[in-house]
Each structure stands twice: as structure tokens, then as C-alpha cells.
């Protein structure tokens, strides 16, 4: 038995017009909805037919209306094992930013040399360290205000970083204090370096 023609697969003849090739293809994908190989075969004859019209209509056989287009292929259907998309909360979604490469590497950079003021002058004692702290929030809260314009917002940020930062950083040391003395590192200053990797990521991907 031969393969049936695309005009037989959508079930018109042959000098149907194009409304009506429109409507037996529309009808078919409606009628095999989530039938994927019903809906590629209905495709590739809609397709087929189109190619043939075209091509008759270039040799000057048939007018074929302007606004006639290829059909799109329908994108397979997910598999049913496929594990669902996680989507991230929407409260998360509103706190965090996507900055651009200048926006993460001008901080970055900024906050990384006041990580190494920190840990190169140990001799200098407490003081040197409450100094760059201090001028390592303010560089925090100039940075997230220049984004968000918006001083208040700017703070709380920043001093919910620079607890965050202090805390995890004061835990970070007493687990290592041990490799820390023997690189010469107090733990005052190892804290200081954490909280400004805390308060670089809150100034460069928080909002």
C-alpha cells in the first residue's frame, strides 16, 4: 500500500485552499494534542504542502497569498520524570540583584585591598584594624546606595553584613586557630577578612 500524499495525511484534496489546509491542520493538532508523533506527522505533511505551493507558485502556476508562513514545530513535551523547575521565592527575587562585571569587580577589588591592609600590617594592632572596618562599611554603604538610591535600605544592609560578617567570622577563627597561628594570622584579623567578603557580596549582589 503507498505512503498516503500530505494532502491525504490532513485529509483535504488537492486544490483545497490554503484557509481550508489551515483548518484540517489546526483541527488535527487540536485532536492529537500530546500525540507527538501524530503532531510531527500533521507538521511535515502542513509543511510539504506548503513547500509544493510555494514552488508552483514561483514557477507561476498558483498565487499563493503574502501573509502565508511556514508552521512552527511544536517543541516535544517534557518527560514525566522530569524533575519540576525550581523557582527561587519571590522574596529572594526581590533582594537579589544581578550587577554587571564592573559593578562585583570595582567593590571586589576595594574590599581585597583592605583585606590585605588586615593581614600585612599585624604589628599595628587594634587600631588599624577598627580603622579599615570602619572605612570598608562606609565603601558597603556608598555602594549599595549608589544602586538602589536609597541611604536607609543602604545601612540595614550593611550592618546586617557586618554582623553576619563578624559572627562567621569570629566562628571561622576559633575552628582555626591552630593552621592560623602557624601563618602568623590573629584571629582578630582572619575575622576582619571574613566580614569583608560578607560586606563585598551585600554590596554587590544584594539590593
Known amino acids: 500500500m503507498s505512503e498516503p500524499n500530505p494532502y491525504e495525511k490532513l485529509g483535504v484534496k488537492q486544490d483545497a485552499t490554503f484557509d481550508q489546509i489551515q483548518e484540517a491542520r489546526n483541527r488535527l493538532v487540536e485532536q ?11 507538521e511535515e505533511a502542513y509543511d510539504a504542502i506548503l ?7 514561483q514557477e507561476g502556476k498558483i498565487k499563493v497569498p503574502e501573509g502565508i508562513k511556514f508552521a512552527e ?5 517534557p518527560k514525566q520524570n522530569q524533575a519540576p523547575i525550581q523557582q527561587s521565592p519571590s522574596w529572594l527575587d526581590r533582594l537579589r540583584d544581578r550587577p554587571s562585571p564592573k559593578d562585583i569587580l570595582l567593590p571586589g577589588g576595594l574590599f581585597l585591598s583592605l583585606s590585605g591592609l588586615s ?4 604589628t599595628a594592632g587594634a587600631q588599624l584594624l577598627q ?4 572605612v570598608g562599611v562606609v565603601l558597603s554603604i556608598y555602594f549599595v546606595r549608589r544602586k538602589e538610591q536609597n541611604f536607609g535600605r543602604a545601612i540595614l544592609l550593611t550592618a546586617a553584613g557586618l ?24 584571629s582578630e584579623q582572619f575575622s576582619t577578612v571574613v566580614t569583608f ?11
Open 163 to 186: 554582623i553576619v560578617g563578624l559572627v562567621a567570622g569570629g566562628l571561622l577563627a576559633s575552628l582555626l586557630a591552630s593552621p592560623l597561628e602557624q601563618i602568623n594570622i590573629q
Open 131 to 134: 580603622v579599615v572596618l570602619m
Open 51 to 57: 513547500m509544493e505551493r510555494l514552488r508552483m507558485r
Open 119 to 122: 593581614i600585612i600590617y599585624p
Open 32 to 42: 492529537h494534542n500530546g500525540d507527538l508523533e501524530h503532531l510531527n506527522m500533521v
Open 197 to 207: 567578603v560578607v560586606l563585598w557580596l551585600v554590596s554587590s549582589f544584594l539590593r
Open 73 to 77: 514545530r511544536l517543541a516535544p513535551p
